[in-house]
């Protein structure tokens, strides 16, 4: 595959994580990203798998090294484990560095062979609490011991396992040392996103479910000695260690620390909308242009223009009286 010139932004960060939503449909409903009665979009209007290689194949070109793949869950989408052996190629030729995925874990028991099959080496699950029934609270429709035993399916696999929990206040705050104990008994690494103001805040009241990470790693310091750390990994989570267990633990926090001056990604949503950021709502329409034309110019000039267009960052905060920076769009159509 023949390299053409990195994608650079106006700001001077390389772009080199793609993060693609195959499919804007879950099993589950989760209360901060989805409404429960979702009305989802007609097939035509997605991309085919056969489009998403296209579309991958064409971002890989141009400099990114790194794909993951989101959705809503993506492994609900028809087909899928033939796009993820699409995509190994790529890693097979050393153009792609890493191919990884974010999942709800429930179809996990299913694919977590034929993921390591196909070159995926980690992944991250969302779990944001381990009781049962605050789980299928949360979920509306989630079922814990069917993540759990897909979570050690993956393992038995070979997969590393992240999880993702999101610190939701008066919801997991006395869940915190119980799921890092478990993770550590496990061998999983763990890391806390703050609630961001997605979707439709009629149901969902945002401001009573932001939780402050400050207020969570104070928490974690009254009991363990923390280690802040200086790694990276290319994305928004700032990371510490937690001496007496040697955990790693993530930090992200887009609302009480701003971690979009080092952001070299952009999200392509199942429709072929590419979002030069996930707090902004200017986006570019690359599948129509990609269904014009079976050359690939147009296509490369089109991402072009849309990277050039990228912001320094997001507008999100919150304060003591209300959420800015507020995005009407569920944070299922832009993949998190």
């Known amino acids: 595959m023949t390299q053409t010139a990195p994608l650079i932004d106006p700001f001077a960060r390389a772009i ?81 560095k890493e191919l990884t995925l974010t999942t709800n874990g429930s179809q996990l028991a299913k694919y977590a062979g034929e993921l390591a099959d196909c070159g995926v080496r980690r992944i991250n699950v969302s779990l944001d609490t381990l009781d049962p029934a605050k789980f299928a609270e949360i979920t509306r429709w989630g079922r814990l011991p069917q993540v759990l035993d897909g979570i050690a399916a993956a393992k038995a696999a070979g997969l590393r396992v992240k999880i993702n929990a999101v610190a939701l206040k008066g919801f997991n705050e006395d869940e915190q040392f119980s799921i ?66 040697g955990q790693k633990i993530g930090f992200i926090t887009p609302l009480t620390h701003n971690f979009c001056e080092s952001c070299n990604r952009v999200r392509l949503t199942c429709t072929g909308e590419l979002y030069m950021c996930l707090g902004q709502e200017d986006m570019a329409d690359l599948r129509s242009t990609l269904r014009a034309s079976a050359a690939d110019a147009p296509l490369e000039s089109a991402i072009r223009a849309a990277i050039s267009h990228k912001p320094k960052g997001h507008d999100f905060d919150y304060s003591r009286s209300g959420v800015s920076g507020q995005m009407t769009r569920h944070m299922s159509h832009t993949g998190g």
């Open 16 to 96: 080199s994580y793609l993060r693609v939503s195959v499919t804007d449909r879950c099993d589950f409903r989760c209360v901060y990203c989805m409404a429960e009665n979702m009305t989802f979009l007609p097939k035509a209007d997605l991309l085919t798998l056969e489009e998403l290689d296209r579309m991958c194949t064409t971002f890989i070109r141009m400099g990114v090294e790194k794909l993951r793949i989101t959705g809503g869950e993506p492994l609900v989408r028809k087909g899928i484990i033939t796009f993820f052996h699409a995509m190994k190629r790529h890693l097979d030729s050393g153009a792609l």
């Open 180 to 245: 890092t104990d478990w993770c550590a008994h496990n061998g999983h690494d763990l890391t806390w996103i703050e609630v961001m103001p997605m979707g439709d805040l009629g149901n969902e009241n945002r401001l009573d479910q932001y939780w402050s990470l400050r207020d969570l790693r104070a928490r974690y310091a009254e009991r363990f000695t923390v280690t802040d750390l200086a790694e990276r990994s290319g994305g928004p989570a700032r990371y510490v260690r937690l001496e007496e267990t």
